[in-house]
């Protein structure tokens, strides 16, 4: 409903989608979004997440998986993904939207190179099929994905 809802508010007519993967559905709609562009189908689009967690089901729910950090320390230190020490995930609430573009899109309105975020070169997605919350210890879905 909420790219329903925005395209209503702002006249955005065209490809509307809201893919449904868990907390990995921004990045999937990210990577929709590249390959309508890459194919030829969009010239832009206006994509993002949104991630509504802080919930008595959802903490509830990643605490019986032992998904939920059990760091005790001050907050500011505890979202610390790559370290070996890290003892699950913090639980958040977060969206964002992105116009993704091609090139000559963003020359046509005007935006110069220097003023580029960042440019996306591909995407990749790949299921495992081992575990809810995370890949198997060879990373061979990992691989795939790549």
């Not at 921004?26 to 832009?44: F, N, P, Q």
């Not at 001050?74 to 370290?83: G, I, Q, V, Y």
Request: glycine share 14%; aromatic share 6%; proline share 4%.
């Amino acid at each position: 409903m909420l790219p329903a809802i925005v395209a209503l508010k702002y006249g955005i007519k065209g490809w509307v989608s809201a893919p449904s993967a868990s907390s990995a559905s921004g990045s999937v709609a990210l990577g929709e979004a590249y390959r309508m562009i890459k194919d030829g189908y969009m010239d832009r689009v206006l994509v993002g997440g949104l991630d509504l967690n802080v919930n008595r089901t959802v903490v509830n729910g990643m605490d019986a998986f032992g998904a939920v950090t059990k760091f005790d320390g001050p907050p500011e230190l505890a979202s610390r993904p790559f370290d070996q020490a890290r003892s699950g995930t913090m639980i958040s609430d977060g969206g964002a939207l992105i116009l993704l573009e091609t090139q000559d899109s963003a020359s046509q309105r005007g935006v110069k190179r220097d003023d580029i975020y960042g440019e996306m070169s591909g995407f990749g997605l790949n299921c495992d099929a081992f575990h809810a919350l995370r890949p198997t210890d060879s990373g061979v879905g990992l691989v795939a994905a790549i």
